[in-house]
């Protein structure tokens, strides 16, 4: 009898939450988003709002087959089954998303919302950044601060595909921003797709190309690629525009060794020892210079 009641939790949620799904299907499945910017946009949007409470399901499937004693596999295989119907179901419904409110009452709330997320992304309390960036969200559809600090809290949390789909559709919804696209190559490099993220970034340049990290970043792809020279034309650009930037010298006396290039090498350390004399690593970068030829 006490084994029983668990399966029966199970079975229940698992048919309450299909119900709430089925709701939204045959209106869902009439709907040719595809001919339709408005609605194909929305199912752009919707997405990061579903994969959230899949997520939630996930949790719910976890704990319950917990207490299922192990002599219920066969429950536990429909209870696996009927979560695949719920993904089904809930990748074929749809939030419908409303228009922007812009009035001052509302954008002061977003930015409270904003503020308040940021706040707690930096103590490390993730979940709760992501339900405030998503609140921001249902009250100002059109704030990009609100996807740029949703995409870069699943990055935090390690959700890899949540926060490309958040930065896919940032880049569609507004394409002349570039901290969207630098945003997506930084998602793209964390999965190792190394040439995306460098197009990507390129693409960001192209639309921005005053702002150091993005050259630094790139800087860092290129290196991953096993293609020093390109680096270095990337670091060279980001130091035309703010020559004293620590991480920036750094990473070109880094690339100055690799490429053997003595002369280089010895420069960007001069100019490391001049703006930052307290480096913690200047002994190390001198043993480096003498070694090259």
Known sequence: MITIIPLIVIITSMGTILIIA??????AAALDVSKIPEERDAVLKSAILENRLLRKVD????????????????????????????????????????????????????????????????????????????????????????YQGLGDTYIAMGELGQALETFEYYTRQWPQEARGFASLATTLEVQGKLPEAKDHLLHALSINNEVVEYHINLADVYLRLNDPEKALSSLQKAQGLEPNNPKLLDQLFTVSVLLENKSLSEEVLDKIKKTNPDHGRIAEFEKKVKKLK
């Open 22 to 27: 089925s709701r939204h299907l045959a209106k």
């Open 59 to 146: 949790q719910l499937f976890k704990f319950l087959s917990a207490i299922v004693s192990p002599g219920h596999k066969v429950a536990q295989s429909l209870f696996v089954k009927g979560l695949g119907s719920i993904r089904k179901l809930e990748r074929t419904y749809r939030f419908q998303g409303g228009l922007p409110d812009s009035s001052k009452k509302a954008q002061t709330k977003v930015r409270d919302l904003i503020a308040e997320a940021q706040e707690l992304s930096a103590t490390g309390k993730l979940t709760q950044a992501e339900s405030k960036y998503l609140s921001a969200i249902k009250v100002d559809p059109e704030s990009t601060d609100a």
